[in-house]
């Protein structure tokens, strides 16, 4: 099936410091969403991206879909300790189709 | 807000005992899945389901596992006979579309 990889697994910032997160996929892709998973939590949808180059935003949340449609970027401006967690990438194939999630980037915050 | 819930939070059963995990979808959903999370790695697929009956299923979904849509609310798993593999976080999921909102998870403990 279908992998999708993440780098970076884990980063470490600085409070107010930026925060990227890519995921690679060795196919095209129709579609890409992202969730976020709080330490103990579970998966929150963020965002769908469908267009070849679409870039979307939410607050200081960035997101970015290749030109190739094979890999996608998370991008945190100034991060906050709210922004702790997982963050997963994940494919789906159609309209409520299973979704396949990649490796995840955790993003720690510190003060 | 709607939201899906599960129950119980938590379960610990003993290895080859029957489990029963339970997942309220939110009501208008049509779509409904179950996923797995092992401690520390990425949410898995299991199963979809839909107009009552499966959809898709992944190869950890072998036939130690089952589904149900019992009365209409409720979205039930089954493990027959646990194993301590099987040892994990399961969150049930439901989509009306394309996003898909996931419960708290059950978290599953076999001994």
């Known amino acids: 099936g279908q992998q999708v990889m993440q780098i970076p697994q884990y980063q470490h910032v600085q409070e107010g410091e930026d925060f990227t997160t890519y995921c690679n996929s060795s196919t095209t892709l129709s579609n890409i969403q992202w969730y976020k998973q709080r330490p103990g939590g579970h998966p929150v949808f963020l965002i769908q991206l469908v267009k070849s180059g679409e870039v979307k935003k939410q607050k200081r949340l960035t997101f970015q879909f290749g030109e190739a449609k094979k890999n996608s970027s998370l991008h945190i401006t100034a991060t906050q300790t709210t922004d702790v967690g997982t963050y997963f990438c994940a494919l789906n194939t159609g309209t409520a189709s299973k979704l396949t999630f990649g490796t995840g980037t955790r993003l720690q915050v510190t003060l | 807000e709607p939201e899906v819930t599960q129950t119980p939070s938590h379960q610990v059963t003993q290895m080859g005992q029957e489990v029963i995990l339970r997942c309220v979808p939110i009501?208008?959903?049509?779509?409904f899945y179950w996923y797995r999370q092992i401690l520390g790695q990425k949410v898995e697929f299991l199963v979809s389901?839909?107009?009552?009956?499966?959809?898709?299923k992944s190869e950890i979904f072998d036939d130690q596992f089952s589904v149900e849509r019992p009365d209409g609310s409720n979205f039930t798993l089954k493990i027959r006979s646990t194993k301590l593999e099987d040892s994990a976080m399961y969150f049930c999921a439901s989509s009306g579309h394309n996003e898909q909102f996931f419960g708290p998870g059950t978290r599953l403990t076999v001994l």
């Open positions: 009501s208008n959903h049509l779509y």
């Open positions: 389901f839909y107009n009552n009956e499966i959809s898709e």
